[in-house]
């Protein structure tokens, strides 16, 4: 039980039968408007707490995409801003910019985190949590140089930085508790342990550019966190961004060879299967089979931001990652058409490195690669280290069983 002023409410403590976890991502749409009503909005939400109320969570996994600040360029001098072309890097981020987009982020968290659908989960359910592009805004760190260092993106990302902390984080930007890697907050990569759990959080957006996930304090803490949670049974990745997904280099070259920023660009340079990342994906995958094989340790992969569920695996000899990816629990699913072009592309296999197969099996039940419904994930792992694991799409559900390595 805690109290906070007038407040009171209860967090559900886990026993020795297990911990029990729900994970969400992509809370929110680029159009305001998609949604009649804050119900229609949140049925996931409200689909969510009922499975709460029948068998409590101890834990809340939010893996990106938690604030949809996509409304920021509708700041009357962002818009502006937005359509300088080349002076864009010259152009100063002003006190009044700054008022107005620190404002910005103040009441769209304000208004997000009290809407009744999410406030009830959010106060019975610790969270964890991890950012990715709209929490700061569409497309962060996959955008060209002019825009990238410009003071006015600059100025933009201070702000996301320091409410992402407060209202995410429950911390000061600066000053971030036990469990972060680095408490001065260059970045906000974590790793915390539950039992025989662990769960890791690197951050990929912090020191993201065109031609970079992470930079060398990211890898640095990444390892660290791996060595510090090696003898779990069972560790937990938060990879904003799925460690397998289609690989549509095609059209990531086609839009390439066109002049200035296309829609969709930022979205295939996002992807860690993006030609601009590929090497770097080949090192991530390298790492954690090897710290799963040699640790004996079984290593799953839960992420967002496709917007569509899927289950994916990553090979290397006998050793095996899953991927589990749940997105969105508010942001609709792509159109059918697109989807059904996603279905047949990853019908493929792919190769990230000399022996390291990836691909995209048929979620269990459901016949097809991608279940293409707003959904979360809930969670449940074992003492043995095994995970069950139940994607809760609208209208339909997939579950699979993890089996553990010890």
Known sequence: DYRIGEGRGQVPLPGRDG???????????????????GRERNERWLHLAAEHARNPFHLLLQGGDQL????????????????LGRRRRATPFTPDMAE??????????DRLWSQPELAPVLASVPSLMMWDDHDIVDGWGSYATDWQESPVFQGIWAAAREHFALFQLAAPADDLPEGFADPRGGHFGWAFRVGGIGILAPDL????????VMDEAGWRALE??????????????LSSVPLANVQLHLLERVLGMIPGHQEWQDDLIDQWPSLAHRDEWACLLDRLLSVSAERRVRITSLSGEIHLGSWGLIERGATAIHQLTASGIVHPPPPARVAAVLERVAARPMRAAPGIAVRLLPMPGLGRRFLRARNWLALEATEEGALDATWHGAGAT?????????
């Open 19 to 37: 911990l029990r976890m729900a994970y969400t991502a992509c809370n929110g749409t680029e159009d305001d408007g998609v949604w009649p009503s």
């Open 68 to 83: 949809y600040a996509d409304a920021l360029w509708r700041i009357p001098s962002l818009a502006r801003w937005r359509r």
């Open 100 to 109: 107005a987009v620190g404002d910005f982020y103040f009441a769209s968290y």
């Open 205 to 212: 957006r912090s020191e993201r550019s065109r031609s970079r």
């Open 224 to 237: 660290a966190a791996l060595e510090r949670l090696a003898d779990c049974r069972h560790i937990l990745l």
């Open 398 to 406: 997939s579950g699979l069983t993890i089996p553990g390595l010890r």
